[in-house]
């Protein structure tokens, strides 16, 4: 394996991803770096990472139960969807692809088309809009509160729950940031296991009485499982397609010729959607386990070795793209690996992107000379997830 002079936390300290993550794709797609840990970041590279059984998830759950006292947030962390490897995972995302269907996810569109245009309303009261706050971040916390059957009146409380849990995810997490997050989990969880209770008693319409209704067919989820679940389906759910939104949005209105085109329709909407998803992915890591020694893009990787698979670095691969730092809406290539991919494929990519879809499409029709009001663009590093903490712009521009 190629030695590469790179930190994990390189990424975290303000600097553009892309230039960082394209110095190491050109020391090699898969590298050993700093801290004994592999670093893939070329596109057939990452493929290959996720696409090997032996390339487990389970390990990292492990690690939670050693850092973090036992609780809620320990519970969340070890038994997360994405942490599971067979038996246990197939069987849980079994459940939740029972229980949110193709049909569920389209039958939210019409409702999520008449949400945005409330959102609109209320937010053009003011001279300049808070992109990311009345737009983005308002949409997928209402679809996912809709869909789980979580009063609206409520989702604030539990977007901000689940944004204390997110740092959790990533991989240093300062001793203030764990221990909100511990603290975090546990109302989070009061929360849900009492909404639980509540659909257990009387169940409704919701993907939440639908887990609950499949799990009684047979399928087995202990209750530490379910919540787990439902809070990955509600943080899952809302920060990653408000960070696809905000962070797309501003690279259309940092160059106003952009936004002209989709509200020209030079540019479909579902193109800009699926480039922007490339151009600038909400997730920009991954985490593998090998459970053995694994092979990956011909480079071998021994046993118990962290891999960081860098959809962000994979998504700009100039083997994989022309041109791949210019965002050109309709390019061809393979589709970008902001979803992951294999077994542990988001599971709400099509939500995602529909959510996302319905939001351009709304706001480019509602507000063709939309202006960027914002001297310089502040990004933050949670996690995996990259975004703005805010994006003001002027609806009459
Ligand atoms: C732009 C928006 C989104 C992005 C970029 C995104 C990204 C991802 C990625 C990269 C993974 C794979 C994690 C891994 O392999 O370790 C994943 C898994 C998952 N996503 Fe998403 N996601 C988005 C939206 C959503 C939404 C809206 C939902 C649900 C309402 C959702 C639910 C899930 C679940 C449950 C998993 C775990 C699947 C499994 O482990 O089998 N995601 N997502």
């Known amino acids: 394996v190629l030695q590469a002079d790179f930190r994990l936390t390189d990424l975290e300290e303000g600097r553009d991803p892309y230039e960082v993550l394209a110095a190491l794709r050109a020391v090699a797609p898969v590298a050993e770096v700093e801290g004994g840990y592999v670093a893939v970041s070329g596109h057939a590279a990452a493929l290959d990472a996720m696409r090997q059984p032996g390339c487990a998830s389970g390990p990292i759950a492990l690690l939670y139960l050693d850092a973090l006292p036992e609780g809620a947030a320990r519970d969340e962390m070890s038994h997360r969807i994405n942490f599971l490897d067979a038996p246990d ?50 949409l997928p916390s209402l679809v996912i509160s809709e869909m789980l059957g979580v009063p609206a009146e409520d989702r604030d409380l539990l977007t901000g729950f689940s944004d204390a849990v997110a740092p959790l995810l990533g991989v240093r997490v300062t001793p203030e940031q764990k221990a909100a997050a511990v603290a975090a989990a546990e109302l989070f969880h009061g929360y849900l296991g009492a909404l639980i209770d509540e659909r257990l008693a009387a169940p409704g319409e919701d993907l939440l009485s639908a887990l609950l209704a499949a799990e009684e067919d047979g399928e087995r989820l202990e209750r530490v499982e379910l919540l787990s679940l439902v809070a990955t389906l509600y943080s899952a759910g809302h920060r990653t397609t408000r960070d696809l939104f905000t962070n797309g949005m501003s690279v259309l209105l940092t160059e106003p010729d ?48 962290p891999v960081i698979v860098y959809l962000a670095g994979a998504n700009r691969d100039p083997d994989a793209y022309v041109a791949p730092d210019e965002l050109r809406p309709g390019r061809e290539g393979p589709p970008p690996l902001s979803f992951a991919f294999g077994a542990h494929f988001c599971l709400g990519a099509a939500l995602a992107r529909s959510e996302a879809e319905v939001m351009l499409a709304a706001v480019t029709r509602r507000w063709p000379d939309l202006a960027l009001a914002e001297d310089e663009l502040r990004w933050h590093q949670r996690g995996p997830f990259r975004g703005l903490d805010r994006l003001q712009a002027a609806p009459n521009g």
Not at 107 to 131: F, N, S, Y
Not at 133 to 138: E, L, Y
Not at 279 to 300: F, K, S
């Open 258 to 305: 952009r936004y002209r085109s989709v509200v020209d329709g030079r540019w479909s909407v579902p193109d800009v959607v699926a480039e922007l998803l490339r151009y600038e992915t909400p997730t920009l890591y991954v985490a593998r386990v090998p459970m053995e020694p694994v092979v990956i893009d011909g480079v071998e990787v021994e046993a118990l070795t």
């Open 89 to 138: 995972h197939p069987r849980v995302r079994g459940l939740v692809a029972k229980a949110f269907t193709p049909r569920r996810v389209a039958a939210m569109q019409p409702w999520m088309e008449a949400t945005i245009e409330g959102l609109l309303d209320a937010a053009e009261a003011h001279d300049t809009v808070d992109l990311l706050f009345d737009v983005a971040h308002q």
